[in-house]
């Protein structure tokens, strides 16, 4: 079905190269199975795409634009930038080639970049106060354009770069979940892109000639923790090709009763002769 010709304008202009075609194709096939497993669309519903201006981003919206345009995904799309303030973001990038691309989109003004510069320490991590208040204002949109679900371009190794912060940092087994129900009960978070690898992305919105456009507050920051993981995975993937796959489908894989918590596994209430689903191996 993705090989018929008339494409959506977020396509004009692609790579006609076998290795172009093969990575758009693995990009939506991959998507539509995110969506798939983890139960994400309802047919009817109304997404609030997100839109930063970087290569996840773009990568979410074409997926998701293009799922769309063959049938394949029964929801509405808006997608939607929050202008955070920052000085010398370009304001007319986003808007200028979402309605070059014929796409329906909000831009939202909120300069949460000075009450960041405020509150937070020089020095100090600003993406965690960032991160909150650009959501709760993702969540406020989305109920004023009557949106059930805001998705967010996090892909496979953002969630896997997650699971190592929280272990190392955080003393607990968790990682991004592709779909949560939000504190309030009314607003689903979605992330289709979590079988994505960040090279996909990468190489995707250059290859479409994406315009970029790079993150000047958290992105411009050096020796965060979740830089330094990012290197120990680029290390580790340098020395063992395809071993972030392999951790990322361990993820899949959790097995409580080979673990440490009793709170997910009875252990005490154990009994010999007892089917368990699962021996030592």
């Given at each position: 079905?993705?090989d018929?010709?008339?494409?959506?304008p977020?396509?004009d202009?692609?790579?006609?190269?076998?290795?172009?075609?093969?990575?758009r194709?693995r990009?939506?096939r991959?998507t539509r199975a995110a969506?798939?497993?983890?139960?994400?669309?309802r047919?009817?519903d109304?997404?609030?795409v997100?839109?930063?201006?970087?290569k996840d981003?773009?990568t979410l919206?074409?997926?998701l634009?293009?799922l769309r345009?063959r049938?394949l995904?029964?929801v509405?799309?808006?997608?939607?930038?929050l202008d955070q303030?920052q000085?010398?973001f370009p304001a007319?990038v986003?808007p200028d080639f979402?309605?070059?691309?014929?796409?329906?989109h909000?831009?939202?003004?909120r300069?949460?970049?000075?009450?960041?510069?405020d509150?937070v320490p020089?020095?100090?991590?600003?993406?965690a106060l960032c991160?909150r208040l650009?959501r709760?204002?993702?969540y406020?949109?989305a109920?004023e354009e009557?949106?059930?679900?805001?998705?967010?371009g996090?892909?496979r190794?953002?969630?896997l770069?997650?699971?190592?912060?929280?272990?190392?940092?955080?003393g607990?087994?968790?990682?991004?979940p592709?779909r949560?129900?939000?504190?309030e009960?009314?607003?689903?978070?979605?992330r289709p892109?979590?079988?994505?690898?960040?090279?996909?992305?990468?190489?995707?919105?250059?290859?479409?000639?994406y315009p970029i456009i790079?993150?000047?507050?958290?992105?411009s920051?050096?020796?965060?923790q979740?830089?330094?993981?990012k290197?120990?995975?680029d290390q580790?993937?340098?020395?063992?090709?395809g071993?972030?796959?392999?951790?990322?489908?361990a993820?899949?894989?959790?097995?409580?009763?080979?673990?440490?918590?009793?709170?997910k596994?009875?252990?005490?209430?154990l009994a010999?002769?007892?089917?368990?689903?699962?021996d030592?191996?």
């Amino acid at each position: 079905m993705l090989d018929r010709t008339d494409i959506h304008p977020l396509f004009d202009g692609a790579p006609d190269s076998v290795s172009f075609r093969k990575l758009r194709k693995r990009i939506v096939r991959d998507t539509r199975a995110a969506i798939a497993d983890f139960g994400m669309a309802r047919k009817g519903d109304r997404w609030l795409v997100c839109l930063s201006g970087g290569k996840d981003s773009y990568t979410l919206l074409a997926a998701l634009t293009e799922l769309r345009w063959r049938g394949l995904l029964p929801v509405d799309l808006l997608a939607c930038n929050l202008d955070q303030g920052q000085p010398g973001f370009p304001a007319t990038v986003l808007p200028d080639f979402l309605s070059r691309m014929g796409v329906p989109h909000r831009i939202d003004y909120r300069d949460t970049y000075s009450v960041v510069m405020d509150k937070v320490p020089q020095g100090a991590t600003m993406c965690a106060l960032c991160s909150r208040l650009r959501r709760g204002n993702l969540y406020r949109i989305a109920r004023e354009e009557g949106c059930s679900t805001v998705v967010l371009g996090h892909h496979r190794d953002d969630i896997l770069e997650t699971f190592f912060l929280n272990l190392f940092h955080g003393g607990r087994l968790a990682a991004m979940p592709p779909r949560l129900l939000n504190d309030e009960g009314d607003l689903f978070v979605a992330r289709p892109l979590a079988y994505i690898s960040e090279d996909d992305c990468g190489r995707f919105a250059q290859a479409l000639g994406y315009p970029i456009i790079p993150c000047d507050l958290c992105g411009s920051q050096d020796g965060l923790q979740r830089q330094q993981v990012k290197r120990m995975l680029d290390q580790w993937e340098a020395a063992d090709p395809g071993r972030r796959q392999r951790m990322f489908r361990a993820l899949t894989c959790a097995d409580p009763s080979h673990l440490l918590d009793g709170r997910k596994f009875d252990f005490a209430g154990l009994a010999a002769g007892a089917a368990r689903g699962g021996d030592m191996p």
